[in-house]
């Protein structure tokens, strides 16, 4: 399986500033169409995920422009601008490559 | 508007098997898509348990191969989630969902005990 590893924030964050959470793949995540497979997703406390960014760096309908990922093959960024109160909750990154589809340990967020 | 809804029950003692439903609205899920059970342990670990595709093949997490089952009913617009053999360890919220890129749908989740 492809092992997903995700860096973990200073919590709590002052509302405001911009963060970033890393997650790294233990295998290319680069596919021969072009794109990377990299999903990013938020579970908000009391909720289902919801996803942020698909391909690496696409938003999902809806998503705030303040969410943007980025990254290579193998390690990847979530760059949040300016967190909100509406922000906190538990960041995952997400394989989809192969199956089975493997998730990052999760990344909390709490703001300050 | 696409929805998903999971049932079943939130208790189940070890070495049963477990069973839930999971009930669409808004979509027929022989029209497209790939409909997973996924499931989040205490602790925030999440896990791809399997899924059943549109055409009705599955595809398990090879973790749990020899002790899943995802089927369907297509009069129904349901899909189903059977664990046997359950251990403590199976104490999660399982959620039913169509996940990603071509369209983001969750259940709420229903959390399952095992315990005796």
């Known amino acids: 399986d492809i092992v997903m590893t995700q860096g973990a924030l200073p919590n709590p964050v002052p509302s405001g500033e911009s963060v970033s959470i890393t997650c790294r793949s233990s295998k290319s995540l680069l596919y021969s169409d072009g794109k990377t497979y990299l999903n990013w997703y938020l579970q908000r406390p009391g909720q289902s995920p919801q996803l942020l960014i698909y391909?690496?760096?696409t938003r999902a309908s809806g998503v705030s422009d303040r969410f943007s990922g980025s990254g290579s093959g193998t390690d990847f960024t979530l760059k949040i601008s300016g967190v909100e109160a509406e922000d906190v909750g538990v960041y995952y990154c997400?394989?989809?490559?192969?199956?089975?589809?493997?998730f990052g340990s999760g990344t909390k967020l709490e703001i300050k | 508007e696409i929805q998903l809804q999971e049932s079943g029950p939130g208790l189940v003692k070890p070495s049963q098997s477990l069973s839930l439903t999971c009930s669409v609205t808004g979509y027929t899920i022989t029209s497209g898509y790939d409909w997973s059970w996924i499931r989040k342990f205490p602790g925030n670990k999440m896990e791809w348990m399997g899924y059943?595709?549109?055409?009705?093949?599955?595809n398990y997490n090879p973790s749990l191969k020899s002790r899943i089952s995802i089927t369907r009913d297509t009069s129904k617009n349901q899909f189903f989630l059977q664990l046997n053999s359950v251990t403590t360890e199976d104490t999660a919220t399982y959620y039913c969902a169509s996940p990603g890129s071509g369209g983001d749908y969750w259940g709420q989740g229903v959390m399952v005990t095992v315990s005796s």
């Open positions: 391909w690496m760096s």
């Open positions: 059943i595709s549109y055409s009705g093949s599955t």
């Open positions: 997400q394989q989809g490559l192969e199956f089975p589809f493997t």
